[in-house]
């Protein structure tokens, strides 16, 4: 029996995190604009982190993985199956409430904070010289089209 890491928690670990430094960051300069932005030593250090955290939390797998070959047709085609060999059900059953717990909804709601409140900040607020002008604008057209009818009624 060899042990195989599984890369695929990694990897799914490490996409959600850095949408989430990426929500961060954007959430950061739509809020405070005039506050200084990260350098590239604290965007190199929050990349260090989404991976450490991404590959800390992944590890169990790596450790509970193995590889096997289930008949003599697996060993005669030189082939393995990758299964997960856990000491008891409770540490599975915990281990994949604490993952989806962080790799889905920790995301969401961070995900879901973040550009909600974006949203509010950038459409929340209407400049003014677009509101007045798109009021005028619609008023012309109206004015526009009332004459035009005006115009039809009077010829028949």
């Known amino acids: ?48 982190a989404v991976w450490v955290a991404a590959l800390t939390i992944s590890s169990p ?9 289930p ?4 060993t005669m085609c030189n082939r393995y199956v990758c299964q997960e060999i856990w000491p008891s059900d409770h540490q599975q059953y915990y281990y994949s ?7 889905y909804f920790v995301p969401l709601v961070v995900l879901m904070f973040t550009y909600t ?4 900040r950038v459409w929340g607020k209407r400049p003014p010289v ?18 035009r009818v005006e115009e039809l009624r009077d010829k028949s």
């Open 117 to 120: 409140s974006i949203g509010i």
């Open 97 to 103: 409430i604490a993952l989806l717990i962080l790799q």
């Open 61 to 69: 797998i790596a450790m509970v993985s193995c590889l096997f070959q």
């Open 1 to 48: 029996m060899r042990v195989k890491f599984n890369h695929q928690a990694a990897s799914v670990l490490v996409s959600a995190y850095t949408l989430i430094a990426i929500s961060i960051d954007r959430y950061m300069a739509i809020m405070w604009p005039l506050k200084v932005r990260m350098s590239k030593s604290q965007a190199k250090l929050s990349i260090l």
């Open 130 to 147: 677009y509101g007045s002008f798109r009021v005028n604008i619609i008023m012309r057209v109206d004015d526009y089209w009332s004459e």
């Open 71 to 74: 008949n003599p047709r697996y």
